[in-house]
Nanobody, 125 residues
């Protein structure tokens, strides 16, 4: 198992940038595919981005493609989400998640076994 703690959320104006971090306390971080999800009030939890074990493969939702970048540093047990050109519709609680591998169902929450507590991102217009 791996424990995950997100940080880096906050309030930013539209067009601005934030970088979220997810720190893992497990001993086998490099064995996990990692992902970011987000959940806005009244909405289902939504897939944002995922990255495979060695960081060579990434996938993004259409809504963030070209604006967000997921990356990982296995030596530091950290996964990042760099968010640029932020829009008000990006406002949500952002969650870090860990799964056993990058599978075809990577967009679904059921693919991931471990979740962080979430960090709030608010984008003002």
């Amino acid at each position: 198992q791996v424990q995950l703690v997100e940080s880096g959320g906050g309030l930013v104006q539209a067009g601005g940038s934030l970088r979220l971090s997810c720190a893992a306390s497990g001993r086998t971080f490099s064995r996990y595919a990692m992902a970011w999800f987000r959940q806005a009030p009244g909405k289902e939890r939504e897939f944002v981005a995922t990255i495979n074990r060695n960081g060579m493969i990434t996938y993004y939702s259409d809504s963030v493609k070209g604006r967000f970048t997921i990356s990982r540093d296995n030596a530091k047990n950290i996964v990042y989400l760099q968010m640029n050109s932020l829009k008000p519709e990006d406002t949500a609680v952002y969650y870090c998640a860990a799964g056993r591998g990058l599978a075809s169902s990577y967009r679904t929450t059921s693919e991931y076994d471990n979740w962080g507590q979430g960090t709030q991102v608010t984008v003002s217009s």
